[in-house]
């Protein structure tokens, strides 16, 4: 990984690539630590030390903005307001045939469905900016905080605010295709890597303050095994052989290679996880609507589905992870769709008929592999809950959870980059 990195320096081209890359991540920290218009800066700062951890209702947007969102900084936000509006576009080609279209159009398509994205992240950003504005204004963003976070609680300075934090996230979304344009790798993904990395190094040295050394050092031992692990179930795969029939083209043969159907454990990445996040703290901020906690709903919320530590809330959040797993895969990978494309172009699988037993060969070998990898998926999610509940460790332990997926699966991505790029550039023959 390091050589392929010293490689890429030393070739021009790459290395301009990577040395934009880097300004732009500067450039994004640098707003990630720029407050917006009318914060109370030495308030939020003190509210947030006395914190015992920057979790609650909105800590997943807090994880993807790098701590940012409970600073109120320009990028507040950060990259969550895309990432939502990816899932929902996805889910809505399935659903709305026009989208289908779409995306059968090829790359006119694609382009036409990422206009449709971005103008629902920004929708979506004025909706959370302005949530998460009313709440600091009301005092209710940090728990147990009374310090006022802004300076002016007026209708001018909460519209300012929203507007300065929505416009933060129409340049991380600016930011993000410049990187996929001009650099290396996916800009959305190393910028939800340089947000999930920012967290990492402060939660260790947290972990080392209140535990010592001997839970630190215990903690990087089992954070390399679980990096270990990680690794080998994202790069897992099972690989369908896949043979096509020679035919004739006019005068041209074309036909009777054969190639493979990479089908991966873990097929659907980390959105299960997002999604079983995102619903999880529905119930939670329900409950904030109810300041007297007089409800029976509310106090049995508020005592069993608000708290990591707790089985229940254990046990419902493993179960989401699963359902939504193979929720996802069944609307991304469709079987029947794979199967009718082989059979147009004379493919097969050895041993299968073409059409109907492909198509249900294909979908009992994507729900045999599926459920590993949803076992996976919930196990690496509750690391963080199991350590919360163990050890009273840091709901942000930074070994587990969405933030190691994360990093691991966009390190991985790059570097396959960059090693693609530099076979392409060094390319040895049997000529030397």
Not at 164 to 186: K, Q, S, V, Y
Not at 319 to 327: D, K, P, R, V
């Amino acid at each position: 990984m390091l050589g392929a990195f010293v490689n890429a320096f030393r070739t021009p081209d790459l290395r301009r690539k990577l040395l934009f890359v880097l300004a732009i991540i500067v450039i994004f920290r640098l707003g990630s630590q720029l407050p917006s218009p009318g914060v109370n800066v030495s308030n939020v700062r003190e509210c947030v030390a006395q914190l015992e951890s920057n979790s609650g209702v909105y800590g997943l947007i807090n994880l993807f903005s790098g701590g940012a969102l409970l600073q109120l900084t320009v990028f507040a936000l950060g990259i969550m307001p895309y990432i939502t509006a990816s899932i929902i576009l996805q889910l809505l080609v399935v659903v709305i045939p026009r989208l289908e279209a779409l995306k059968k159009e090829g790359q006119a398509g694609q382009a036409k469905i990422t206009q449709y994205t971005r103008y629902l992240t920004l929708a979506l950003a004025i909706l959370q900016a302005t949530g998460i504005v009313a709440l600091a204004r009301g005092g209710q963003l940090l728990q147990g905080c009374t310090l006022p976070l802004l300076y002016d609680d007026g209708v001018q300075t909460m519209l300012t605010m929203v507007i300065t934090m929505t416009a933060g996230t129409a340049i991380i979304m600016w930011f993000g295709e410049l990187i996929t344009d001009r650099g290396i790798g996916n800009g959305m993904s190393i910028l939800i890597f340089t947000q999930v990395v920012a967290t990492f190094p402060s939660a260790l040295w947290q972990l080392k303050e209140e535990r010592g050394w001997d839970v630190f050092g215990m903690v990087l031992v089992i954070g390399m095994v679980i990096i270990a692990v990680v690794i080998f179930m994202e790069q897992g795969q099972r690989r369908i052989p896949v043979q096509y029939a020679r035919r004739m083209v006019g005068r041209r043969m074309y036909g009777g290679s054969s190639t493979y159907i990479p089908l991966k454990v873990n097929q659907a990445g980390i959105i299960p996880v997002i999604f079983a996040s995102s619903l999880l703290y529905l119930p939670a901020l329900a409950t904030q609507f109810d300041q007297d906690q007089s409800s029976s709903v509310a106090q049995w919320i508020q005592a069993h589905l608000v708290s990591g530590d707790h089985p229940i809330y254990m046990a419902v959040y493993f179960a989401m992870i699963i359902f939504f797993t193979y929720f996802y895969v069944a609307i991304t990978f469709n079987p029947q769709e794979v199967a009718d494309n082989m059979k147009k172009y004379g493919g097969f699988i050895p041993g299968i008929r073409a059409g109907k037993p492909t198509e249900e060969y294909l979908s009992y070998v994507l729900s045999r592999i599926t459920a590993p990898g949803a076992t996976y998926l919930g196990l690496i999610a509750l690391i963080p809950l199991i350590a919360l509940a163990l050890v009273n460790a840091n709901q942000n332990f930074p070994f587990g959870g969405t933030s190691i997926l994360i990093m691991v699966g966009v390190a991985l991505d790059t570097v396959k980059q960059i090693e693609s790029q530099l076979q392409q550039r060094n390319y040895e023959g049997f000529l030397r």
